[in-house]
Nanobody, 111 residues
Framework: QVQLVESGGGLVQPGESLTLSCAAS????????LSWYRQGAGREREFVAE???????NYADVGRGRFTISRDDNKEMVYLQMNSLKPEDTAVYYC?????WGRGTLVTVSS
């Protein structure tokens, strides 16, 4: 059974950075593509970034140039480093892989 557990969310001020983590289990991690999505209040869940099993990456416009997705196959972890955060980045951030969603971690960007 695939399980994904996000962590690292919190309250930050505009312009600050935050790194989210997602711990995966129950899958052949080294062969999995993993993604980050987010859902702001009253908004639909939207794609943020993806990393393939060979570490190719793809970003939505919302994070391109500010966000970096990475993976550690030894630790079975995927990360989302977010820089220059804006209030509009406030959302619950979800990890997704192999048809499974994590429970999310809340990021709040506010002064």
């Amino acid at each position: 059974q695939v399980q994904l557990v996000e962590s690292g969310g919190g309250l930050v001020q505009p312009g600050e950075s935050l790194t989210l983590s997602c711990a995966a289990s129950g899958m052949i991690f080294s062969k999995a593509a993993l993604s980050w999505y987010r859902q702001g209040a009253g908004r639909e869940r939207e794609f943020v970034a993806e990393i393939t099993w060979y570490s190719g990456t793809n970003y939505a416009d919302v994070g391109r140039g500010r966000f970096t997705i990475s993976r550690d196959d030894n630790k079975e972890m995927v990360y989302l480093q977010m820089n220059s955060l804006k209030p509009e980045d406030t959302a619950v951030y979800y990890c997704y892989a192999d048809g499974t969603w994590g429970r999310g971690t809340l990021v709040t960007v506010s002064s």
